[in-house]
């Protein structure tokens, strides 16, 4: 008994100790678990940054060669955009590997390259290829990109190599740390419960972590670029596979193949992808399921009639196969396109080449003068002359008797000094600064006769390539054609006269015998249909107005005698009884071999109405001015000067005479004196609003920091006696009318003192922020694209928001003059300031709130 007790608790200390080891193991799978998930994620995250920046190579290389191909010399919006790109990635790449130095080494490596790869394609994007042997040098420029290109391919490939044979080998450790011995497994197994007990806190937390961990991988795989798909095998009787079951595929298929991953899981490859087994994919995933080894290809796919190309790498792991596909059909297209480009500019390179000897035989042979010059500068490089470098024979035919040879480095200035003086230097020093081609005609004379030349002048180099030729006789021809004709010109130019104005018609009226021929649309003029009646001069007087018959029969003898008139406007009436003002304008020509008065004639009935109700405004506008002017004459002398007797006598009185009146006469004359003096605010308040005009000479730069400052000096001894705080922003610099800006913020800032709050201390606030008119959202004309808001609040007694319009307008008031003093002007005089500078005034206030006064002037 005491001996199977004993074999007991043995055995209980054994299975203990096996329970152990099957948490330990657990806990360890688990961790290898954890472990391979991140380390997967890490690769898929460093094989993404590997593709990405050696596509932003290829595209550099790519945008360069299509610069070139299509004389984009210099063009490097796009080629900077790469560049930055590809310093980004770079860092993103050196802060992943920071932990491999073998990596760390490539890329080092790659940063070197990269250097020079830069300057290379700078180079290449940069070199001008105007000549024949400059053309031939892109040949060198882009086989040392092309080198570079080669050799960045080479460091990618082998990035990518280490990384997955880093994948692979963690995928071993895992395979191997995972193995144990079937029948210990199955014992152990039998003890799960005793083990759930010992070890369940710490499985419960891996557990959690394994499932963070999980969602992040999904995250990734959900977000990469790259489809991601897992599959396991299916095989037949005899353990051969014969397809292969999709577990696992991230939602980037459904762009390709439009169809919904839940659809696809859990379904036969052959039934989603059936063209794997015909491509040679399939053979593929058997050979890593079975080898062990990761395999590596590129597939050509035709989806939705949508041409793609992907790079796919597949690794073991676990029961079955993971599969990585890269979409490169960006990167192969661009690699098709510049192997053409490089095929296409070597070919023309070539051809330049072939055809050097033929090109200068054509110099020699062509009939037109092909002369290059080589600019001469002074010390500030400024072009003062050329050096003549070539000249073909044709020059001793047309211009010079010289032989070309002769005239080789010889100057410009000395041979053909006549360019300095009819501005075809002028044009030559323009085609070079402005490196473009110019055409001109100029002539000489040669022998009494007048030689007249075309010219194109083409830049090359420091020079220019100077074409002409001999267009003498196509200037006679021209000439001779000008004057044929001359009719047809006339015609023309009726013709578009008649486009560029609204309802006009035409006319030709044969002068021999009065006959006429209308357009449509003078027809309609009148108010009849296209060719209702025959038209003559005589039959068209029977619709001109009585009182204008002898102003259209005066026109009528003129234009016979001289084939045009001095008279142009009449009256007609037309078929509805409607009286119409016709403009007519006429020229003699030859037509059919007879004298005729060809012309246009234009309805201006609207013009001549709004030109008689203009009239009618402006003599409004002159009455109202002199009115303006008596008022003005009135205020000023004949208001004032009374006012200002009554005042004298009033100061007498109080100075003398009142202490005599009873206190109800004192009353009396305070009350005089307050309405003399009210009297006399009010008419030079009338008076500053009559004279706010605006003359453009008037306006000038003014800084309203300086016109503030003014302000508020002269309204010293009110500040201080209100105690208001005033607080002002930074003011901008306006043009404007000085005195009238000094006006507005006078009234402004004195109007918050003068209703100031008694409750607290009264304080304004000046403020300015400049708004595009898109910003404003108040309601006004907005002639200027920016303004700026001026803002004046106070804290004072404020009023009602209904009132805001009211106040502007003239002698209104919102409080008893008992109350508060004023004349009921001072508002409408900022109003008339801010109109008359084109600007908008605006007042936003609550009773016992405060006041806010808006000014927008523009910018």
Same mark, same amino acid.
């Given at each position: 008994?005491?001996?199977?007790?004993?074999?007991?608790?043995?055995?209980?200390?054994?299975?203990?100790?096996?329970?152990?080891?099957?948490?330990?193991?657990?806990?360890?799978?688990?961790?290898?678990?954890?472990?391979?998930?991140?380390?997967?994620?890490?690769?898929?995250?460093?094989?993404?940054?590997?593709?990405?920046?050696?596509?932003e190579y290829a595209l550099m290389q790519s945008q360069v060669l299509k610069n070139k191909l299509f004389n984009k010399v210099n063009h490097t919006i796009l080629l900077k955009k790469y560049k930055d790109s590809a310093r980004e990635t770079f860092s993103k790449l050196s802060f992943l590997?920071?932990?491999?130095?073998?990596?760390?080494?490539?890329?080092?490596?790659?940063?070197?390259?990269?250097?020079?790869?830069?300057?290379?394609?700078?180079?290449?994007?940069?070199?001008?290829?105007?000549?024949?042997?400059?053309?031939?040098?892109?040949?060198?420029?882009?086989?040392?990109?092309?080198?570079?290109?080669?050799?960045?391919?080479?460091?990618?490939?082998?990035?990518?190599?280490?990384?997955?044979?880093?994948?692979?080998?963690q995928r071993d450790q895992l395979t191997t740390s995972r193995r144990l011995n079937p029948i210990t497994t199955l014992f152990l197994g039998m003890s799960a419960i005793l083990i759930f007990i010992i070890s369940f806190w710490q499985i419960n937390k891996q557990r959690k972590k394994n499932?963070?961990?999980?969602?992040?991988?999904?995250? @990734?795989? &959900?977000? $990469?670029? *790259? =489809? !991601?798909?897992?599959?396991?095998?299916?095989?037949?009787? #005899?353990? /051969? %596979?014969? +397809?292969?079951?999709?577990?696992?595929?991230?939602?980037?298929?459904?762009?390709?193949?439009?169809?919904?991953?839940?659809?696809?899981?859990?379904?036969?490859?052959?039934?989603?992808?059936?063209?794997?087994?015909?491509?040679?994919?399939?053979?593929?995933?058997?050979?890593?399921?079975?080898?062990?080894?990761?395999?590596?290809?590129?597939?050509?796919?035709?989806?939705?009639?949508?041409?793609?190309?992907?790079?796919?790498?597949?690794?073991?792991?676990?029961?079955?196969?993971?599969?990585?596909?890269?979409?490169?059909?960006?990167?192969?297209?661009?690699?098709?396109?510049?192997?053409?480009?490089?095929?296409?500019?070597?070919?023309?390179?070539?051809?330049?080449?072939?055809?050097?000897?033929?090109?200068?035989? @054509?110099? &020699?042979? $062509?009939? *037109? =003068? !092909?002369?290059?010059?080589?600019?001469?500068?002074?010390? #500030?490089? /400024? %072009?003062? +002359?050329?050096?003549?470098?070539?000249?073909?024979?044709?020059?001793?035919?047309?211009?010079?008797?010289?032989?070309?040879?002769?005239?080789?480095?010889?100057?410009?200035?000395?041979?053909?000094?006549?360019?300095?003086?009819?501005?075809?230097?002028?044009?030559?020093?323009?085609?070079?600064?402005?490196?473009?081609?110019?055409?001109?005609?100029?002539?000489?004379?040669?022998?009494?006769?007048?030689?007249?030349?075309?010219?194109?002048?083409?830049?090359?180099?420091?020079?220019?390539?100077?074409?002409?030729?001999?267009?003498?006789?196509?200037?006679?021809?021209?000439?001779?054609?000008?004057?044929?004709?001359?009719?047809?010109?006339?015609?023309?130019?009726?013709?578009?006269?008649?486009?560029?104005?609204?309802?006009?018609?035409?006319?030709?009226?044969?002068?021999?015998?009065?006959?006429?021929?209308?357009?449509?649309?003078?027809?309609? %003029?009148?108010?009849?249909?296209?060719?209702?009646?025959?038209?003559?001069?005589?039959?068209?007087?029977?619709?001109?107005?009585?009182?204008?018959?002898?102003?259209?029969?005066?026109?009528?003898?003129?234009?016979?005698?001289?084939?045009?008139?001095?008279?142009?406007?009449?009256?007609?009436?037309?078929?509805?009884?409607?009286?119409?003002?016709?403009?007519?304008?006429?020229?003699?020509?030859?037509?059919?071999?007879?004298?005729?008065?060809?012309?246009?004639?234009?309805?201006?009935?609207?013009?001549?109405?709004?030109?008689?109700?203009?009239?009618?405004?402006?003599?409004?506008?002159?009455?109202?001015?002199?009115?303006?002017?008596?008022?003005?004459?009135?205020?000023?002398?004949?208001?004032?000067?009374?006012?200002?007797?009554?005042?004298?006598?009033?100061?007498?009185?109080?100075?003398?005479?009142?202490?005599?009146?009873?206190?109800?006469?004192?009353?009396?004359?305070?009350?005089?004196?307050?309405?003399?003096?009210?009297?006399?605010?009010?008419?030079?308040?009338?008076?500053?609003?009559?004279?706010?005009?605006?003359?453009?000479?008037?306006?000038?730069?003014?800084?309203?920091?300086?016109?503030?400052?003014?302000?508020?000096?002269?309204?010293?001894?009110?500040?201080?006696?209100?105690?208001?705080?005033?607080?002002?922003?930074?003011?901008?610099?306006?043009?404007?009318?000085?005195?009238?800006?000094?006006?507005?913020?006078?009234?402004?800032?004195?109007?918050?003192?003068?209703?100031?709050?008694?409750?607290?201390?009264?304080?304004?606030?000046?403020?300015?922020?400049?708004?595009?008119?898109?910003?404003?959202?108040?309601?006004?004309?907005?002639?200027?694209?920016?303004?700026?808001?001026?803002?004046?609040?106070?804290?004072?007694?404020?009023?009602?928001?209904?009132?805001?319009?009211?106040?502007?307008?003239?002698?209104?008031?919102?409080?008893?003059?008992?109350?508060?003093?004023?004349?009921?002007?001072?508002?409408?005089?900022?109003?008339?300031?801010?109109?008359?500078?084109?600007?908008?005034?605006?007042?936003?206030?609550?009773?016992?709130?405060?006041?806010?006064?808006?000014?927008?002037?523009?910018?």
């Open positions: 008994m005491v001996k199977s007790y004993k074999i007991f608790i043995i055995l209980l200390i054994i299975a203990i100790a096996l329970l152990a080891f099957l948490g330990s193991n657990s806990y360890k799978q688990i961790r290898e678990q954890e472990k391979t998930a991140e380390l997967v994620v890490y690769t898929l995250r460093v094989e993404s940054e590997i593709n990405t920046l050696f596509s590997i920071k932990d491999k130095p073998e990596q760390q080494k490539r890329l080092n490596e790659l940063a070197t390259i990269q250097f020079k790869f830069y300057e290379a394609i700078d180079e290449f994007n940069a070199y001008k290829t105007d000549t024949k042997k400059e053309k031939v040098n892109d040949s060198a420029l882009l086989q040392n990109v092309s080198v570079l290109m080669a050799k960045i391919e080479g460091i990618k490939k082998n990035m990518l190599s280490h990384e997955e044979l880093y994948l692979q080998e499932d963070t961990t999980t969602a992040f991988l999904k995250s @990734v795989l &959900k977000n $990469t670029e *790259n =489809i !991601v798909s897992f599959y396991t095998p299916v095989k037949n009787s #005899s353990e /051969k %596979i014969i +397809d292969f079951k999709i577990v696992y595929i991230n939602h980037n298929i459904e762009n390709i193949l439009g169809t919904k991953v839940k659809e696809m899981k859990g379904k036969l490859l052959s039934n989603i992808l059936p063209m794997q087994f015909k491509n040679g994919v399939f053979e593929h995933l058997v050979t890593c399921y079975e080898t062990g080894k990761m395999q590596k290809f590129k597939r050509n796919y035709e989806f939705n009639k949508t041409d793609y190309r992907f790079k796919s790498s597949v690794v073991k792991l676990n029961d079955g196969v993971l599969v990585t596909a890269a979409d490169i059909t960006d990167e192969h297209i661009i690699k098709k396109n510049l192997t053409a480009a490089k095929d296409k500019l070597e070919s023309q390179n070539l051809l330049l080449l072939d055809n050097r000897a033929f090109l200068s035989n @054509v110099f &020699k042979s $062509t009939s *037109n =003068i !092909v002369t290059h010059f080589k600019s001469i500068r002074d010390a #500030s490089n /400024k %072009i003062i +002359d050329f050096e003549i470098l070539f000249i073909n024979d044709s020059q001793n035919e047309s211009i010079k008797n010289n032989i070309p040879s002769e005239l080789k480095y010889k100057k410009a200035s000395e041979i053909y000094p006549d360019i300095f003086k009819n501005g075809v230097f002028e044009k030559m020093v323009n085609c070079i600064e402005k490196e473009q081609q110019i055409e001109y005609e100029t002539h000489i004379e040669k022998n009494g006769k007048t030689i007249w030349l075309n010219a194109t002048a083409i830049k090359l180099n420091d020079g220019v390539t100077v074409t002409s030729r001999d267009i003498t006789l196509e200037k006679i021809r021209a000439e001779k054609l000008n004057i044929l004709n001359a009719e047809l010109e006339i015609q023309n130019s009726i013709f578009k006269d008649a486009e560029e104005v609204a309802d006009i018609g035409s006319y030709v009226w044969y002068l021999d015998s009065g006959t006429a021929v209308i357009s449509d649309n003078f027809y309609r %003029i009148l108010g009849y249909e296209p060719k209702e009646f025959e038209v003559t001069f005589d039959s068209y007087r029977s619709f001109i107005h009585p009182d204008d018959l002898k102003l259209y029969d005066q026109l009528g003898k003129e234009t016979v005698e001289n084939g045009t008139s001095t008279i142009h406007t009449y009256r007609v009436i037309t078929k509805s009884g409607a009286f119409k003002h016709i403009y007519i304008n006429g020229q003699k020509v030859v037509k059919d071999g007879r004298d005729a008065s060809v012309g246009v004639v234009q309805d201006i009935t609207d013009s001549v109405k709004t030109e008689e109700k203009l009239k009618a405004k402006n003599e409004e506008l002159k009455r109202s001015n002199a009115e303006l002017e008596s008022f003005n004459r009135v205020a000023s002398h004949d208001l004032q000067e009374p006012m200002r007797k009554i005042q004298m006598f009033i100061s007498r009185l109080s100075e003398g005479e009142i202490e005599k009146l009873s206190d109800r006469g004192k009353m009396y004359f305070n009350k005089i004196d307050s309405s003399a003096n009210r009297m006399q605010t009010l008419i030079k308040y009338l008076l500053a609003y009559s004279r706010i005009n605006r003359t453009k000479k008037d306006f000038v730069k003014i800084s309203l920091n300086d016109t503030i400052e003014k302000v508020l000096g002269d309204l010293e001894e009110l500040i201080e006696e209100s105690g208001v705080d005033i607080t002002i922003d930074n003011l901008p610099t306006i043009k404007a009318i000085p005195f009238q800006m000094e006006q507005l913020f006078n009234n402004l800032v004195n109007n918050a003192i003068k209703y100031r709050s008694t409750t607290e201390t009264p304080k304004i606030t000046i403020e300015c922020k400049k708004l595009t008119r898109t910003e404003i959202t108040d309601t006004f004309n907005k002639r200027r694209k920016n303004y700026y808001r001026l803002t004046i609040k106070d804290n004072g007694i404020g009023f009602d928001q209904e009132n805001a319009k009211k106040i502007f307008g003239l002698f209104e008031r919102l409080h008893q003059k008992e109350q508060y003093s004023g004349t009921g002007i001072g508002l409408a005089i900022c109003k008339k300031i801010i109109v008359n500078h084109r600007g908008h005034i605006i007042a936003k206030s609550k009773p016992g709130e405060g006041s806010t006064f808006s000014v927008y002037l523009p910018a």
